[in-house]
């Protein structure tokens, strides 16, 4: 890796924060809630469409087969955010900037290309989830609806002109709406608490489980939402000094524990309700989300299938809002560019808008999306655990031994499931 042109390793700065930002004072409730916020913007990219398409297809085909699944990519998904979180804290950047400041230019230039194409996948997931919701909910055509998903997702990220509060309590308030729609149903079923309990152990059942497998890791530990991170935090706050900083980290590793782990609740529900309801039972086509709400109809009641389309379209929205903004955090990182929302909106919202035009089966494309998603963690996470490793430019929030060993674990497993699907499509 190369320093930045102009600037040494050494003399990066230690206090983070803009001109806008935040002072921290003391070590009380309030400025613990002056940090809160940032994990559960992050947190709806982890219960964005593409979950609700890979978990609840994964429940109706597999039963809890794959639950392991889905909490391992959840606690994965915890120390990664951690990590993002802590690199944007103790260097005042994010990870796009750092990779354009400390990789040669054809690399970064690639690492954008790819990142691009990453944020194409997840808007067409969140975007088609958006308009399967509108669909089931007010029989909206599908096309339409992805324009109002692109519209809603656009007004939320007009909150930011009012600062970052506005923003984060309706992603919040979105996330508590999926939430509720989902556990409500959750308790009205019947979980064989044995055969989940069975799911907790790492199996498979084919190459198929091990292709679902792959897209619920892809949802979940999306590489979007690793740059993002870095950025919701690298000028929310002013830091003075190491014990500030290291206030700050824990705050906010109790931030990502409860926002990530309410987020894997969430999914954790999504094939629980499938398992229970689905798996083994006559009913065609609930490996789908248009057929998952008729199944939730005839099996359990009008209300719980409306609970399921209600949760998918706050889900749609919010990610949607989230994965423009992550996507103009990544342009203006690797590029040093900054395009209108609009425009940025316009350009990621056109590949879904055709998916939709063209009549492809809309949850294939959400597993197959995620599959795209999946491919793209090693990008982002292997600069993540190289920066946050280094003394030179994290200072005194070096990584420990440990939490790089385990970083490196992750990153070695994601890498080889991935090349272990890719040698099994060129075999098959």
Same mark, same amino acid.
């Given at each position: 890796?190369?320093?930045?042109?102009?600037?040494?390793?050494?003399?990066?700065?230690?206090?983070?924060?803009?001109?806008?930002?935040?002072?921290?004072?003391?070590?009380?409730?309030?400025?613990?809630?002056?940090?809160?916020?940032?994990?559960?913007?992050?947190?709806?990219?982890?219960?964005?469409?593409?979950?609700?398409?890979?978990?609840?297809?994964?429940?109706?085909?597999?039963?809890?087969?794959?639950?392991?699944?889905?909490?391992?990519?959840?606690?994965?998904?915890?120390?990664?955010?951690?990590?993002?979180?802590?690199?944007?804290?103790?260097?005042?950047?994010?990870?796009?900037?750092?990779?354009?400041?400390?990789?040669?230019?054809?690399?970064?230039?690639?690492?954008?290309?790819?990142?691009?194409?990453?944020?194409?996948?997840?808007?067409?997931?969140?975007?088609?989830?958006?308009?399967?919701?509108?669909?089931?909910?007010?029989?909206?055509?599908?096309?339409?609806?992805?324009?109002?998903?692109?519209?809603?997702?656009?007004?939320?990220?007009?909150?930011?002109?009012?600062?970052?509060?506005?923003?984060?309590?309706?992603?919040?308030?979105?996330?508590?709406?999926?939430?509720?729609?989902?556990?409500?149903?959750?308790?009205?079923?019947?979980?064989?608490?044995?055969?989940?309990?069975?799911?907790?152990?790492?199996?498979?059942?084919? @190459?198929?489980? +091990?292709?679902? #497998?792959?897209?619920? *890791? %892809?949802?979940? !530990?999306? =590489?979007?939402?690793?740059?993002?991170? $870095?950025?919701?935090?690298?000028?929310?706050?002013?830091?003075?000094?190491?014990?500030?900083?290291?206030?700050?980290?824990?705050?906010?590793?109790?931030?990502?524990?409860?926002?990530?782990?309410?987020?894997?609740?969430?999914?954790?529900?999504?094939?629980?309700?499938?398992?229970?309801?689905?798996?083994?039972?006559?009913?065609?086509?609930?490996?789908?989300?248009?057929?998952?709400?008729?199944?939730?109809?005839?099996?359990?009641?009008?209300?719980?299938?409306?609970?399921?389309?209600?949760?998918?379209?706050?889900?749609?929205?919010?990610?949607?809002?989230?994965?423009?903004?992550?996507?103009?955090?990544?342009?203006?990182?690797?590029?040093?560019?900054?395009?209108?929302?609009?425009?940025?909106? @316009?350009?990621? +919202?056109?590949? #879904?808008?055709?998916? *939709? %035009?063209?009549? !492809?089966? =809309?949850?294939?494309?959400?597993?197959? $999306?995620?599959?795209?998603?999946?491919?793209?963690?090693?990008?982002?996470?292997?600069?993540?655990?190289?920066?946050?490793?280094?003394?030179?430019?994290?200072?005194?929030?070096?990584?420990?031994?440990?939490?790089?060993?385990?970083?490196?674990?992750?990153?070695?497993?994601?890498?080889?499931?991935?090349?272990?699907?890719?040698?099994?499509?060129?075999?098959?």
């Amino acid at each position: 890796m190369r320093s930045a042109p102009g600037r040494s390793a050494a003399s990066v700065p230690r206090s983070t924060g803009g001109p806008a930002a935040q002072r921290v004072r003391g070590g009380g409730a309030r400025a613990r809630l002056m940090i809160a916020g940032p994990a559960f913007v992050a947190a709806i990219a982890y219960i964005d469409p593409g979950n609700f398409a890979t978990n609840f297809a994964a429940g109706s085909q597999y039963g809890y087969l794959l639950l392991w699944v889905i909490v391992g990519a959840n606690l994965l998904a915890m120390l990664v955010q951690t990590l993002s979180a802590k690199l944007g804290l103790a260097t005042g950047r994010n990870l796009a900037e750092l990779c354009r400041e400390r990789f040669p230019r054809p690399v970064s230039w690639g690492m954008w290309v790819q990142a691009e194409a990453v944020a194409v996948a997840t808007d067409l997931a969140e975007v088609l989830g958006g308009a399967i919701a509108l669909q089931l909910l007010f029989g909206i055509p599908l096309f339409t609806g992805g324009l109002i998903t692109g519209a809603a997702a656009f007004a939320l990220l007009a909150l930011q002109s009012r600062g970052h509060r506005p923003f984060e309590r309706a992603i919040v308030v979105l996330f508590v709406v999926v939430l509720v729609g989902l556990f409500a149903t959750l308790f009205r079923v019947d979980v064989d608490g044995a055969d989940a309990a069975r799911g907790l152990v790492p199996q498979f059942a084919g @190459a198929d489980s +091990l292709l679902l #497998a792959t897209g619920i *890791l %892809g949802a979940t !530990v999306m =590489p979007h939402v690793i740059y993002l991170h $870095s950025a919701l935090v690298q000028r929310r706050l002013r830091v003075d000094g190491p014990d500030q900083q290291r206030f700050v980290l824990r705050t906010t590793r109790l931030d990502v524990l409860i926002g990530m782990g309410t987020a894997g609740l969430i999914n954790a529900s999504m094939l629980l309700i499938a398992a229970a309801v689905f798996a083994g039972s006559t009913l065609s086509g609930t490996d789908t989300l248009d057929g998952v709400f008729s199944g939730l109809e005839v099996a359990v009641d009008r209300w719980a299938a409306l609970a399921f389309a209600i949760a998918l379209l706050a889900s749609g929205f919010a990610s949607s809002g989230v994965g423009t903004y992550a996507g103009q955090v990544i342009m203006q990182g690797f590029l040093r560019r900054h395009i209108p929302l609009l425009l940025r909106r @316009a350009l990621t +919202l056109a590949p #879904a808008l055709v998916v *939709l %035009g063209v009549g !492809v089966q =809309p949850t294939e494309a959400l597993v197959w $999306s995620q599959v795209v998603l999946s491919f793209g963690i090693p990008f982002a996470l292997v600069p993540l655990v190289l920066f946050t490793r280094s003394r030179d430019l994290m200072g005194p929030l070096v990584n420990r031994r440990p939490t790089t060993a385990a970083a490196v674990v992750v990153a070695a497993l994601i890498i080889a499931l991935n090349l272990f699907l890719l040698v099994g499509f060129a075999t098959a």
